[in-house]
């Protein structure tokens, strides 16, 4: 006869089973710990699940405090999503591994593979065609078969990659794709992000280097080529556009606006003066005129003459011609130095960014119907940096179309019916092929109407 079983025998059966199933769990954690997880930023299981977040943390995967910034969040969001029509940003947070010299980031955890081209004008294919692409791979996951590469740099602020690419290296395109934006998306981290910047050139990247160390405390890094394998608790790919040379206060982090970018400015360059003055700097009796001189098209023709017009109305006159490898530093104090900037419209102007507050701009419109070219590019950034904005439009008289095509030619007659052909034939007629000769009854004139646009001493 079979003795019964004792009630305390399965309960030993269940707890040494138990066990087994423990130590085989631990086994296996060990094994891809040691495999995959070489993150030098270990952090608890709560510590992940409630993070101080800004605007741009992808809410699918973390607990969140609340929104912060420009938008609020959206639970399925992606890890990549548009920001602008013109603008993209990808965000993650856990195991980041960048591989700037393959243009690769791995990511641990990541949903899929993206890809992303980090510079803020997706809607131009000729601009996009500069801009490398990075592939944002994951890593880690249950049916993820790809094995990353060791870190070798370990960094425990959040990294922010962007593009030097595009159209970079023209003024206008500088702060407009990407200056701007950057300081917009940020500012907030108060220094405390590394900055990873592919498609640079060094002379770019040393012409705005003191921009960048008033947003980061750390030295830039050429992605494209550093060896290194780069790793980050978190990173930010692609800088948020709001408007040309501008940004929208209610989308920004801390409700910044270009008026914060341009005390941002005045510390990068060592800007002296704040304020224009109909009577100059001090020291000086007489507001100064800065001539922004071009050496190829939309040149002025008379540009001599034009200086000597206006020192007989009691300017102090200065001409100068900004090119790529221009001293940044010392052409923003220049610029500074003025009460009234002038020029054809081009990249040059841009650098009104520069100029005191309630300093007037005159922008020199070519002949051809181009208001509205002029208009977005400094007409309407004007306001926000503070500046007073005049125009100038060439007329046919002043133009040097005149000489080049006979009268009555479409060119001449029929500018707007020129713009339905697009931008390429607008450029080449009225941007590539035109220079102006100011007529200087006119020009003093305008110069008159910018003194009394300027504050009283």
């Given amino acids: 006869m079979k003795q019964p079983r004792s009630r305390q025998e399965p309960r030993r059966m269940g707890n040494a089973a138990m066990v087994v199933t423990m130590l085989l769990s631990l086994c296996v954690l060990t094994y891809i710990k040691a495999r995959y997880c070489s993150n030098p930023f270990p952090r608890a299981a709560e510590e992940m699940e409630v993070v101080e977040i800004d605007e741009d943390y992808d809410s699918t995967r973390y607990k969140l405090d609340g929104p912060v910034g420009e938008e609020d969040f959206d639970p399925s969001r992606p890890t990549c999503y548009r920001t602008s029509k013109r603008s993209e940003r990808c965000a993650a947070v856990g195991d980041i591994r960048v591989d700037g010299n393959h243009s690769t980031i791995y990511i641990s955890p990541l949903d899929k593979e993206w890809r992303t081209k980090p510079y803020a004008r997706l809607h131009d294919a000729v601009a996009m065609d500069d801009v490398d692409e990075f592939k944002l791979v994951p890593f880690g996951g249950a049916n993820d078969t790809v094995v990353p590469p060791l870190c070798t740099k370990n960094h425990s602020v959040p990294g922010f990659l962007f593009s030097g690419g595009g159209f970079a290296g023209n003024l206008y395109h500088d702060y407009t794709d990407v200056l701007v934006p950057l300081f917009t998306s940020t500012h907030h981290f108060g220094g405390e992000v590394q900055f990873l910047i592919s498609d640079m050139k060094d002379w770019w990247g040393d012409k705005f280097t003191p921009l960048f160390r008033q947003l980061s405390k750390y030295d830039v890094i050429d992605a494209d080529n550093d060896l290194d394998v780069h790793c980050f608790p978190r990173i930010f790919i692609g800088a948020t556009f709001h408007r040309a040379m501008g940004i929208d206060p209610s989308r ?206």
Avoid: C
């Fill in 252 to 457: 920004s982090p801390g409700g910044v606006t270009v008026a914060d970018f341009k005390r941002l400015l005045r510390r990068a360059f060592r800007l002296e003066r704040a304020v224009a003055s109909r009577s100059g700097a001090p020291r000086r009796s007489r507001p100064r005129l800065l001539i922004i001189s071009r050496k190829s098209s939309r040149r002025f023709l008379n540009e001599r003459a034009m200086a000597h017009a206006a020192a007989a109305a009691r300017f102090d006159v200065r001409i100068a011609e900004p090119d790529n490898h221009t001293d940044m530093p010392n052409f923003a104090r220049l610029v500074n130095s003025a009460d009234v900037m002038m020029g054809v419209h081009g990249a040059g102007l841009t650098n009104m960014v520069f100029l005191p507050s309630r300093a007037v701009i005159i922008q020199v419109v070519p002949f051809g119907g181009l208001e509205w070219l002029t208009r977005v590019t400094f007409k309407d950034p004007a306001k926000d940096f503070d500046v007073n904005y005049m125009e100038y439009n060439v007329s046919l008289e002043e133009s040097s179309l005149r000489d080049l095509y006979p009268e009555g030619h479409f060119y001449l007659k029929h500018p707007y019916d020129v713009h339905k052909k697009g931008w390429d034939a607008i450029k080449t007629v009225y941007l590539d092929k035109q220079n102006v000769r100011l007529n200087l009854t006119r020009f003093t004139k305008t110069l008159e109407e910018a003194r009394n646009l300027l504050p009283e001493p």
